[in-house]
Structures are given as structure tokens and as C-alpha cells.
């Protein structure tokens, strides 16, 4: 039973937490000591959140996740862990994140709230509701970003925010890209919002968003090169690792991958050099001189 419950809990899913250290870390305060421990508070409560959100969304999708190819695997969908439990378990870590939340700055736990929020009506409702659905998931990606400005006193550029909402979005459509066709035409029975997209919508949807998501990323490059002179080249040199990432994460979704996106981040490896080289450059640009 421990075992199942630490599955449930997604530990593998924490990754998408680190979206908090990302406003400090651009704006070059990461590392100072007091900023670095709310950081770190940050992500643990998100954490604690997420895996919340994930027994409960799983208690209420257990009967649809058992007509999905790899979902019924899940140990409440399975029958590992009774519906009551996984429900029990989400309340009760999504009521210890929110007190703990405020503990470190209200607007962090003003964050977790709405997180929590649309979290719950995504798996109530919003799920089932076509383009909903989508903007639901990639507003949980950019409240960490925003969680982790907000509670080390960091100014969020808007750039920076739009850079964001629409690569979640990108990664969002590919997510929904691979459940098309994983499930084909049993995807409606799955998830009814999956039964309206079409794959040439969803590939529309991921071609805006990560043309935005480019975009808006230039601007920002340019921005921090206007602010900071020494490190101006940095900054601009970080535009090319950023589009090629961005040019291989859309490769890997048209040859099937996708479905979870931090699986497809965790298995590729020129994927991971490519960031790698990025967080190098843009590292540069904050800290040199």
C-alpha cells in the first residue's frame, strides 16, 4: 500500500516545480540565502499541492482511466488504492500546503489557492470542456512561475509571463496530440473534450503558441541585454539553444511522444544538452561581471 500511495503521489511530477525557481534565477537573486530558502518552500509546498490535486483527480477519474492504454495502471484506477483513501489523502495534503503557504507570504499561498482551485474544477469540469481543458493545464505551469516571484519578492516581466503561458500552452497541445493518437476513436470515452480536436487543430494550436513563445522570448532576451550591458551578448546568444529546444520538443511530439512532458524531457538526451547549453548561456548573461 506504500508503495502504491507514493505512485500516486507522482514524485516523478515534482519536476514541473521547478518553474518557481525561475523568475529569482533570471533575475540573478537565486542564490542569496534568504531568497534560496523560499524558493526551496515554494517548491515543496507545490509539491505537496500537486500531489494532492493527483489523488484526488485520480479518485474521480478512476472508471475513465481504466479504458486508457497506460492511466489504468495507476494504482487508484487499478484498485491498489480505494477511491476513499486517494481522496482522503488529496484533502488532507491540499489543507497542510495552504496554512504552510502563508507561513512564508500570503501571496504564495493566494498562489497555491487558485492553483488548487483550478485544479479541482479542471477535474470536475473544465476537463470536459474543449480549449478549456488545454487553458486550465497551462495556467498550473505559469502559477508556478508566478508562485515563485511572488515569494522572493521578484518583479515578473512581462515577457517573461508571456514566455510562460504559451510555451505551457505548446506543451499542453502536445500533450493532447498524444492522447489523440494513443486513443483514437476511443479518445471520447476517455476524456470528452479529446472527441472535438481535430489533429490538424491541435497542431494549429501548438504552431501559435510556439511561434508566441519565440517571440516573446527574443523580446525578453533583448530586454535583459538592454538592462544589463556586460552580459548583453549572453543574452542574446541564449535565443538560439531556446528555438532549437523549442524545434526538438515539437519534433519529438509529431513522432508520438508528448504525452507527458516531463518524460519526454527526462528520456531525450539532446534535449537535455540543448537546455543545458541554454541555462549556460542565459546563466552567463545574469551572473557575469
Same mark, same amino acid.
Given at each position: 500500500?506504500?508503495?502504491?500511495?507514493?505512485?500516486?503521489? @507522482?514524485?516523478?511530477?515534482?519536476?514541473?516545480?521547478?518553474?518557481?525557481?525561475?523568475?529569482?534565477?533570471?533575475?540573478?537573486?537565486?542564490?542569496?540565502?534568504?531568497?534560496?530558502?523560499?524558493?526551496?518552500?515554494?517548491?515543496?509546498?507545490?509539491?505537496?499541492?500537486?500531489?494532492?490535486?493527483?489523488?484526488?483527480?485520480?479518485?474521480?477519474?478512476?472508471?475513465?482511466?481504466?479504458?486508457?492504454?497506460?492511466?489504468?495502471?495507476?494504482?487508484?484506477?487499478?484498485?491498489?488504492? #480505494?477511491?476513499?483513501?486517494?481522496?482522503?489523502?488529496?484533502?488532507?495534503?491540499?489543507?497542510?500546503?495552504? #496554512?504552510?503557504?502563508?507561513?512564508?507570504?500570503?501571496?504564495?499561498?493566494?498562489?497555491?489557492?487558485?492553483?488548487?482551485?483550478?485544479?479541482?474544477?479542471?477535474?470536475?469540469?473544465?476537463?470536459?470542456?474543449?480549449?478549456?481543458?488545454?487553458?486550465?493545464?497551462?495556467?498550473?505551469?505559469?502559477?508556478?512561475?508566478?508562485?515563485?516571484?511572488?515569494?522572493?519578492?521578484?518583479?515578473?516581466?512581462?515577457?517573461?509571463?508571456?514566455?510562460?503561458?504559451?510555451?505551457?500552452?505548446?506543451?499542453?497541445?502536445?500533450? @493532447?496530440?498524444?492522447?489523440?493518437?494513443?486513443?483514437?476513436?476511443?479518445?471520447?470515452?476517455?476524456?470528452?473534450?479529446?472527441?472535438?480536436?481535430?489533429?490538424?487543430?491541435? @497542431?494549429?494550436?501548438?504552431?501559435?503558441?510556439?511561434?508566441?513563445?519565440?517571440?516573446?522570448?527574443?523580446?525578453?532576451?533583448?530586454?535583459?541585454?538592454?538592462?544589463?550591458?556586460?552580459?548583453?551578448?549572453?543574452?542574446?546568444?541564449?535565443?538560439?539553444?531556446?528555438?532549437?529546444?523549442?524545434?526538438?520538443?515539437?519534433?519529438?511530439?509529431?513522432?508520438?511522444?508528448?504525452?507527458?512532458?516531463?518524460?519526454?524531457?527526462?528520456?531525450?538526451?539532446?534535449?537535455?544538452?540543448?537546455?543545458?547549453?541554454?541555462?549556460?548561456?542565459?546563466?552567463?548573461?545574469?551572473?557575469?561581471?
Amino acid at each position: 500500500m506504500g508503495a502504491a500511495l507514493v505512485r500516486t503521489a @507522482r514524485p516523478r511530477q515534482w519536476v514541473k516545480n521547478v518553474l518557481v525557481f525561475a523568475a529569482p534565477g533570471a533575475a540573478g537573486v537565486l542564490f542569496h540565502a534568504g531568497t534560496a530558502a523560499r524558493a526551496m518552500a515554494a517548491f515543496a509546498l507545490f509539491s505537496m499541492a500537486a500531489s494532492g490535486t493527483y489523488f484526488l483527480n485520480d479518485a474521480v477519474d478512476h472508471v475513465a482511466d481504466r479504458l486508457h492504454p497506460t492511466k489504468r495502471h495507476r494504482p487508484v484506477a487499478a484498485g491498489d488504492v #480505494p477511491v476513499g483513501l486517494a481522496k482522503a489523502v488529496g484533502a488532507c495534503l491540499l489543507t497542510l500546503s495552504l #496554512p504552510l503557504a502563508l507561513a512564508v507570504d500570503a501571496r504564495l499561498a493566494l498562489a497555491l489557492a487558485v492553483y488548487a482551485a483550478v485544479t479541482f474544477s479542471y477535474s470536475l469540469y473544465l476537463k470536459h470542456q474543449p480549449v478549456l481543458d488545454m487553458a486550465a493545464v497551462a495556467s498550473g505551469f505559469v502559477i508556478r512561475a508566478i508562485a515563485g516571484g511572488v515569494a522572493t519578492d521578484v518583479p515578473l516581466s512581462n515577457w517573461f509571463l508571456i514566455v510562460a503561458s504559451f510555451g505551457s500552452l505548446f506543451m499542453v497541445a502536445g500533450k @493532447r496530440q498524444a492522447e489523440h493518437l494513443d486513443l483514437n476513436e476511443d479518445r471520447g470515452a476517455h476524456r470528452a473534450s479529446l472527441a472535438h480536436y481535430s489533429l490538424a487543430y491541435l @497542431r494549429s494550436v501548438r504552431s501559435v503558441a510556439s511561434g508566441v513563445t519565440m517571440t516573446a522570448y527574443c523580446l525578453w532576451a533583448f530586454e535583459k541585454a538592454q538592462s544589463s550591458g556586460h552580459a548583453a551578448t549572453w543574452f542574446e546568444l541564449s535565443i538560439v539553444p531556446f528555438v532549437i529546444a523549442i524545434l526538438r520538443y515539437a519534433l519529438l511530439i509529431d513522432g508520438g511522444q508528448g504525452g507527458a512532458p516531463e518524460d519526454v524531457v527526462l528520456a531525450d538526451r539532446s534535449l537535455q544538452v540543448i537546455g543545458a547549453v541554454w541555462v549556460l548561456l542565459f546563466a552567463l548573461g545574469v551572473y557575469a561581471g
